[in-house]
């Protein structure tokens, strides 16, 4: 009978541990906080975040480049604030990070691609410098 209550309780403590573990993370949004908008996610405060310390992160814009994204969920939790700032935000549940990084834009390029092989193939069929 002990054994049956203490596997229910060591259960539930296993359960509640992982509850609290998947917990949403909040990160505090700034519109236009440099060239781009930001997500900082450290916590001075409930309602107050840090700047500067390495996990501030580029909020997705639909924009690719260099930078690490982080995509917002759901409406505002409520106002925050920027340690060492005037600029204040919005608190969003965010979600992992990740990349964008850019697409080759061959296709803009096209036109010109052929037309230099256009004009090349022109020049070695007149001159009749076949590769054979």
């Not at 203490?6 to 509850?19: G, Y």
């Not at 996610?41 to 690490?68: D, K, L, S």
Request: with cysteine; aromatic share 14%.
């Amino acid at each position: 009978m002990v054994a049956k209550v203490f596997k229910v309780l060591l259960s539930l403590l296993i359960f509640i541990s992982f509850s609290v573990t998947a917990s949403a993370q909040t990160g505090c949004l700034v519109l236009n906080f440099d060239a781009y908008s930001k997500v900082f996610n450290n916590h001075e405060t409930a309602t107050q975040f840090y700047t500067g310390n390495g996990n501030n992160f580029v909020w997705w814009e639909g924009v690719c480049g260099p930078h690490t994204y982080i995509a917002t969920s759901g409406n505002s939790l409520g106002p925050c604030t920027l340690n060492g700032s005037t600029k204040t935000g919005q608190i969003y549940a965010i979600s992992g990070t990740f990349t964008a990084p850019c697409g080759v834009p061959l296709d803009d390029y096209s036109i010109f691609m052929a037309l230099f092989f256009g004009l090349a193939g022109t020049y070695v069929i007149c001159n009749r410098r076949l590769l054979v």
